[in-house]
């Protein structure tokens, strides 16, 4: 990297800091609160990740990631994932049509709500695995196959997935392979009472706010790349990939209580989102590098739908929650 990159890049962390803060006051102006939850959510986009939000109805998620897009000038599609819901009404299908010219009948494909930038897929649980796939394959390719044609999709891509976890009859529950392709497990809590009397007062009146837009499209994209290139020191790498390894019960050298209540770990992709989640993180405080506090704050959202938990820590009453703040008491980082 030549000096002018250097200063450039320095410049593109001062320019996204700043943005960040309007980003969250604008947000603020219809969501009261879920300010961890909005971090959340630009540390996965400006990571390329996709986000799954586990939440109680009626506490604002799709209003929150509507207006984010709003927010970040980007195109949003919500998509109601319910049991009768095909992969063609997310990717799109083919129609016939006459072609005006020559009289004849052709194909032509029409493009499903996949194609936006933020999809919102909305109780992803509810609908059969052959149309959870058709999701998935899009987030890891960022492209959609159809009728032999490959489209690709508009960057930046991201999509939030909602599961309800008080409603589990008629669901049909991600795989450990699928949860897998989410880089975040983010639960949105309850407000705090004060935010709560707040939510009450200013959703009924007939106040209305106009939302600025922060950021365009081409400016996300330019920040995604931004955070591949943020240096991290080799030994941060290392401490991403122990704690991600202690999680694993046949790994050498693992806490006894891994043994116990873990029946599998969190593979190499977590290890490389931690370190993702750390970047971003870093240089929306107008950090230029991360360090070891920022994994640890990546681990609980990056981890927790990565561990799958035994009969024993069922017994114990224990979650992969739990097993996470044990885990980052045990390993420290080296040096």
């Known amino acids: 990297m ?24 604008e ?34 998620k799709t209003l929150m990631i509507s207006t984010l ?32 010219a020559t009289g004849k009948r052709v194909f032509r494909f029409l493009k499903g709500p ?22 998935l394959q899009a987030m890891q390719e960022h492209e959609v196959t159809a009728a032999g044609e490959t489209y690709k999709l508009d960057e930046p891509f991201f999509v939030l997935a909602t599961q309800n976890p008080i409603e589990q009859e008629g669901t049909y529950p991600l795989p450990e392979a699928q949860l897998d392709r989410f880089m975040f497990n983010v639960f949105v809590e309850y407000p705090e009472a004060a935010e709560e009397q707040e939510i009450v007062k200013t959703t009924t009146t007939v106040a209305t706010h106009e939302l600025d837009k922060i950021l365009s499209a081409e400016d996300i994209v330019g920040f995604q790349k931004l955070v ?43 290890s490389q989102y931690l370190i993702m989640a750390a970047k971003a993180k870093a240089i929306l405080e107008g950090r230029p590098t991360p360090g070891p506090e920022d994994v640890r704050f990546a681990a609980f959202p990056v981890l927790r739908h990565r561990i799958v938990t035994s009969f024993n820590a069922e017994a114990d009453g224990v979650d992969s929650l739990e097993i996470i703040r044990r885990i980052l008491d045990t390993i420290k980082e080296k040096g």
């Open 114 to 135: 996949v194609f936006a930038n933020i999809i919102l897929a909305d109780e992803i649980n509810r609908t059969p695995p052959k149309t959870q796939a058709a999701l």
């Open 2 to 25: 030549t000096p002018a990159e250097g200063k450039s890049d320095i410049e593109a962390v001062d320019k996204l800091h700043a943005a960040f803060s309007n980003i969250k006051a």
């Open 228 to 270: 591949r290139r943020v240096p991290v020191s080799d030994h941060l790498v290392e401490y991403a990939v122990d704690l991600v390894r202690a999680t694993r019960p046949n790994e050498k050298g693992v806490p006894d209580f891994i043994g116990k209540w873990v029946n599998w770990g969190a593979g190499p992709r977590a």
């Open 27 to 60: 947000i603020a102006k219809t969501i009261i609160g879920q300010d961890k939850v909005v971090e959340q959510l630009v540390i996965s986009l400006l990571s390329s990740g996709h986000c799954l939000l586990v939440g109680v109805p009626g506490l604002a």
């Open 69 to 100: 897009a709003r927010v970040l000038s980007l195109d949003f599609n919500r998509i109601q994932f319910t049991p009768d819901l095909m992969p063609s009404d997310i990717t799109g299908t083919e129609i016939i049509e006459e072609d005006h």
